[in-house]
């Protein structure tokens, strides 16, 4: 296993620092702690910190440590809300081990109750810890790479667990390899399938991948390859290309897979073998982002972002949305919010129906876009991609000042938008929706805000 730190994470009460000690103890590493460091930093005890300062104050203190804590081995215990800033996220996932304490609710009232903290809402201690909890779940899942329930363990047991895992590898060898197997069976490229080979027998690198079918067109292993080097993350990401989403599911446990983008066309087909799907996914009923943490699986949406962020400063009153699978349902989520009308018109007008009875949105046929006159024209069908050489509109319908968003991003010059742009229309090109989701979703996956610009900067 090659030597990196552990991070401790969790809310207070779960064991961080006797965790943590009793791992200094079995491995013969340093131990920090960031709420001591913190107190030696400022000379006093937290609650006077907090007395002084207030949370706003604590939390600049605590960023300022973190930033100083070197990056080699050792072992780290970290505050219960060190996780809500991503750049102490960014900062401790450097060349580390992100091991998240769990412990529920009344076991952490029981340990931290008679402590003289103070409280972070006003509330009773009991409903602050559930409340407070539940608001950071998400942030610990994100974070972390490892989940430890220390609710009935001792620390000893807890850090025998952790290196045991580290030790014996965060995979089953066997399914790990029988997964691997079946990617290099399909068609990703010569160099991949040598990796891929390579990383079946190194127990200590988590996986991430992209699921459609087709998906080989998709640029973001190379993204996300890059963005891992960045932080120097032990992760990999490779294309999943497979037909049926639920025999893939059946063949995670144990592979070390961590994370998924997913794409067409399973983002509505992948729902039903999620353990969770957060609200704007259950409102768009589509999913491209899975987050896998101790084999319960986590469903995201940030095909809306990706939409809905490039269209800041977007002024009109109608967007006509072509397509009817997820990314079009996507898009009249993220154009509503907006404050744009949404009509979806489909080659089938069955299909735009059918996500038209969720959205509340006016439907007709693709050749019906004449009579809208829309502002803005989001294009959500494959038509374009790759060597397709056909737009998904008569390019007649294109107007002088329009505002054409094109979510097909190879190639990033779509005939549509070329059309588009020959008409006087204002473009969007697929590129910025790919960045803008890719963000949100390295955050959800790994809990680092990376910049758009270095995302940007890397499909340049």
């Not at 730190?5 to 009460?13: A, D, H, Q, S």
């Not at 919010?337 to 089938?348: C, E, H, K, Q, S």
């Amino acid at each position: 296993m090659a030597k990196r730190r552990i991070v401790l994470i969790g809310y207070r009460g779960s064991g961080k620092s006797s965790v943590g000690m009793a791992l200094s103890r079995l491995t013969g590493q340093n131990f920090l702690d960031t709420d001591k460091l913190i107190e030696e930093a400022a000379g006093k005890k937290i609650p006077q910190i907090f007395e002084a300062e207030g949370e706003a104050g604590f939390r600049e203190l605590e960023q300022h440590v973190i930033a100083r804590i070197p990056s080699g081995a050792g072992i780290v215990s970290t505050g219960g809300g060190a996780v809500i800033h991503l750049d102490n996220v960014r900062l401790l996932r450097m060349n580390s081990i992100i091991v998240f304490l769990n412990s529920s609710p009344e076991v952490i009232y029981k340990r931290i109750h008679k402590t003289n903290r103070p409280s972070l809402t006003g509330l009773s201690p009991r409903d602050e810890i559930k409340q407070v909890l539940n608001e950071r779940m998400p942030l610990y899942r994100s974070a972390a790479d490892i989940v430890i329930d220390t609710s009935t363990t001792t620390s000893e047991e807890a850090a025998s667990l952790i290196l045991n895992i580290l030790k014996n590898g965060i995979f089953n060898k066997e399914k790990r390899i029988g997964l691997l197997s079946s990617v290099m069976k399909t068609d990703i490229p010569q160099g991949e399938k040598m990796l891929l080979k390579k990383l079946s027998g190194v127990h200590d690198i988590f996986l991430y991948g992209i699921l459609g079918y087709p998906c080989m067109h998709s640029k973001s292993p190379v993204i996300y390859n890059r963005l891992f080097a960045d932080y120097a993350m032990p992760a990999h990401y490779t294309w999943f290309e497979h037909k049926n989403p639920k025999e893939f599911f059946a063949s995670l446990p144990g592979t070390g897979v961590r994370g998924l983008s997913v794409t067409i066309p399973h983002k509505e087909t992948v729902i039903p073998f999620l353990d969770e799907v957060k609200h704007d996914a259950q409102s768009i009923g589509a999913v491209n982002t899975v987050l896998i943490q101790d084999d319960r699986k986590f469903g995201f949406n940030t095909d809306w972002k990706g939409i809905y962020r490039p269209l800041e400063g977007a002024e009109g009153d109608v967007a006509v949305i072509l397509g009817a699978g997820g990314a079009a349902a996507a898009a009249v989520y993220a154009v509503s919010m907006r404050g744009f009308t949404p009509v979806i018109l489909n080659r089938t007008p069955d299909r735009a129906k059918n996500l038209a009875r969720k959205t509340g949105s006016e439907t007709g046929a693709i050749n019906d876009i004449g009579k809208y006159r829309p502002d803005l024209l989001i294009n959500a069908t494959p038509v374009g991609m790759g060597s397709d050489p056909n737009t998904p509109v008569p390019i007649s319908s294109l107007k002088p000042g329009m505002k054409v968003f094109d979510l097909v991003y190879t190639p990033r010059d779509t005939p549509l938008l070329q059309a588009a742009l020959a008409a006087g229309c204002f473009v969007i090109p697929g590129t910025e929706m790919f960045i803008h989701q890719l963000a949100e979703q390295f955050r959800i996956l790994t809990g680092i805000d990376t910049p758009v610009l270095r995302i940007r900067e890397m499909l340049a």
